[in-house]
C-alpha cells in the first residue's frame, strides 16, 4: 500500500512526459522550471542529444534528430514552448557543400551566375575561384547528406555561413560551397535561445544557431566556385573600381 501511494504521489507530481519541469535542476536561477523536479529518461536523453549537438555536430547530432517527433511536440504544447520554442524569426543561412552535378540541377543558370568577389591567387597552380551573388532560385528541400533529421543554421550571421561554405567547398573534386538561405517560417526551426541558459549548454549562448527538423525548403543560394580567368578577372577589376579611394 505504501508503495501504491508513493506511485500516486509520482504520478501526480509529475504532468507530461517532462513533468511540470524542463530540466528542473539544470534551469537558470528565476525560471519558472527552476527546481529539484528529477529529470525524466526522455529528459535525460534531451539533455544529452542537445550537448552532442551543441558540442560536436556531425554525426552527433544523430540522437537529437531522432528525437526530433518530440521536441515538435514540445514546440507547440503551452506547459513546455517557452524553453522549446519555435522559431520564426524570419530568413536563416546554412553553409555546406553540393557536387557539381547536383548544384547545376537545382540552381538554374548555375554556369554564368553573377559574380560578387573573387579570392585572390598564391601561386600559379590554384584555380580561379569566385563568389556569386546571392540569386533566388526555385524551391528545393534539403537534408543532410549524413541522414540526420537535423541540420544546423544560422540566425543573423552569413559570416559564419560563409566560413562554413568555403570550408567544405571540394574545388578539385568537383563540389562547390553554398549557403542556403530559407525563411525560417516555413520550415521547422528550433531556437536554442532559452535551451543556452540551461546548465553546460549555456557555453555556446555566444552563437546564433537554429536547428531545422527534416526537410527544409530552401529558397535563395550563393555558391563559392571554379570561375574561368576571364569571369575571375573582371569581378576582380570591377571590385576594384568600386573600392572607395
Same mark, same amino acid.
Given at each position: ?119 585572390? !591567387? ?27 533529421? =537535423? ?24 563540389? =562547390? ?31 546564433? %544557431? =537554429? ?15 571554379? =570561375?574561368? %580567368? ?7 577589376? %570591377?571590385?576594384?573600381?568600386? !573600392?572607395?579611394?
Amino acid at each position: 500500500m505504501k508503495l501504491l501511494r508513493e506511485y500516486i504521489r509520482e504520478l501526480l507530481r509529475e504532468k507530461g512526459e517532462l513533468g511540470k519541469k524542463v530540466f528542473a535542476q539544470s534551469a537558470p536561477e528565476g525560471s519558472r522550471h527552476a527546481g529539484d523536479e528529477p529529470d525524466t529518461k526522455l529528459e535525460t536523453s534531451l539533455k544529452r542529444a542537445l550537448a552532442n549537438h551543441l558540442f560536436a555536430g556531425g554525426a552527433s547530432s544523430k540522437e537529437l534528430g531522432e528525437l526530433g517527433p518530440y521536441i515538435l511536440r514540445f514546440m507547440d504544447d503551452p506547459d513546455y514552448n517557452d524553453v522549446f520554442i519555435r522559431y520564426s524569426g524570419g530568413e536563416v543561412c546554412r553553409g555546406t557543400r553540393l557536387s557539381l552535378e547536383e548544384a547545376r540541377s537545382l540552381i538554374p543558370g548555375f554556369d554564368n551566375m553573377p559574380l560578387e568577389s573573387a579570392t585572390g !591567387r598564391t601561386h600559379a597552380f590554384q584555380k580561379f575561384e569566385a563568389w556569386t551573388q546571392k540569386v533566388s532560385v526555385p524551391p528545393f528541400e534539403y537534408s543532410p547528406k549524413s541522414g540526420n533529421q =537535423v541540420s544546423s543554421w544560422s540566425t543573423n550571421s552569413e559570416r559564419v555561413c560563409t566560413r562554413f561554405a568555403k570550408k567544405n567547398a571540394g574545388i578539385w573534386d568537383g563540389n =562547390v560551397g553554398v549557403i542556403l538561405y530559407t525563411d525560417s517560417s516555413q520550415n521547422d526551426f528550433l531556437d536554442f535561445s532559452e535551451l543556452y541558459k540551461f546548465g553546460a549548454l549555456s557555453k555556446h549562448s555566444h552563437e546564433k %544557431e =537554429v536547428a531545422a527538423f527534416g526537410p527544409v525548403l530552401v529558397t535563395a543560394v550563393k555558391v563559392y566556385k571554379e =570561375v574561368t %580567368e576571364e569571369q575571375w578577372a573582371e569581378v576582380q577589376t %570591377e571590385v576594384e573600381l568600386g !573600392r572607395p579611394k
